[in-house]
């Protein structure tokens, strides 16, 4: 689509960017739909944050996605925070109301749509263990709680973390906390096991969060990485007769509901997951 000079500005900022895929997606999206938008990307240090989103501003753009490490330091630069922004305590869009800088956080939204369209789960009443205690523990967390799970056991290397993140749950649903090597006995009555850990992420592809004989095919395991496809864990997941289910369904999902924010327009996710399968595997085969 020609760039002309009614054509306007989304972003993505973060420290390293070179590694996104939504530019790609995005514009992807945008030249479909024949929106007159640009996505870029910008790598902004944390000691330029305040000067970026100043620029920003000033330059109107329609709004941004944001990733790390500026998730949670971005929250002083903005006018408002939605109610999930607000309850995960972290920002990965922006939009533009009327001069008012609004911020959202559509990680958590992103993974539960994309667990309900491939896994057809019915999260009511169920028990889930989330490895992990990081940003997206916090978000996914807190989606499943408000899905109305019965009860949330966090499993972390970092205890305290552990605790911290079980303390914030405990407002929606019944929450404990293990060590990574001590959960065995949770997995056993839990319906979905949800790594959110970089454990088994390239390239350390080989890497396990727990030990593989937890796993039991009454458990969906869910995997937030993306590359690789099939992490060591949902591998061995397979080969207990588990359903899985991996990372790229919520990255698609919580683009398109970024997407729907700035533009107030259907998102086409069905292209925005091809261009990324695209790029994120095939053009490396
Ligand atoms: P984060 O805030 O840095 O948290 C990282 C988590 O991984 C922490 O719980 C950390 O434990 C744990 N961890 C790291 N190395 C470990 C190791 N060697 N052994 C055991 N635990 C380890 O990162 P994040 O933003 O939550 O992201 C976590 C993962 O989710 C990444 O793989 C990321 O790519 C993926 N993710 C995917 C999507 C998506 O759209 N699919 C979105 C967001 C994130 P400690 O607390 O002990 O350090």
Redesign the pocket.
Known sequence: MEITSETKTIALIGHPTIHSRSPQMHNAALRKLGLPYVYLAYDIEPSNLKKAIAGMKALQFTGWNVT?PH?VAIIDELDELDESAKAIGAVNTVVNRNQKWVGYNT?GL??LQSLQEEMKINLKGKKVVI?????????VGYTLAIAGVKKITIA???MS??ERLSEHLAQWTETETVS?DSCKQAIESAALLV?????G?HPHVE?L?IHPNWLHKDCMVSD???IPRETALLHAAKQVGAKVH??????VH?AAIAFELWLNHKAPIALMKEVLDHSLYESKA
């Open positions: 790390i998730k990680d992103g993974y490895l992990g205690a990081g940003g997206a523990a916090r978000a972390n290397r970092t973390k552990a990574l790594n959110t850990t970089s454990v992420m890497a969060p937030l990485i993306y991996n990372g790229m369904g919520m990255l919580q």
